[in-house]
């Protein structure tokens, strides 16, 4: 049974920096995805950056290339994504997903795609 349970979110003010984890079990390594999204009031869900569990960027939005980062820690599953120089634009709920698949380069950021997910962590950036 695959489980995610994202953590790391809270309050910031506009510059600063944030790391979210995503704790996760029951995805075989090196045949699944992993992503994560984030929600807006009255947005849709997009997706901010994903990573083959054997290692690799599979998407990266082009509002986080220059200020954010990825980390995986296989032996106790975590995956982190680190967001720096936060706007008032990146406050959102922000979710885990994953997917199990024989193509794992091939995941790509659309919600759809993925069938499994976190219950989401808050991020606020005030200006």
């Known amino acids: 049974q695959v489980r995610l349970v994202e953590s790391g979110g809270g309050s910031v003010q506009t510059g600063g920096s944030l790391t979210l984890s995503c704790e996760y079990s029951g995805l075989p390594d090196r045949r699944s995805c992993m992503a994560w999204f984030r929600q807006a009031p009255g947005k849709e869900r997009e997706g901010v950056v994903g990573l083959a569990t054997g290692g690799g960027y599979t998407f990266r939005a082009d509002f986080v290339k220059g200020r954010s980062s990825l980390a995986q820690d296989k032996v106790n599953p975590r995956w982190y994504l680190t967001m720096r120089n936060l706007q008032p634009e990146d406050s959102a709920m922000y979710y885990c997903?994953?997917?199990?698949?024989?193509?794992?380069?091939?995941?790509?950021?659309?919600?759809?795609?993925?069938?499994?997910w976190g219950q989401g962590t808050e991020v606020s950036v005030s200006s």
């Open positions: 997903a994953a997917l199990n698949t024989d193509s794992p380069y091939q995941c790509g950021s659309r919600p759809h795609e993925y069938t499994y």
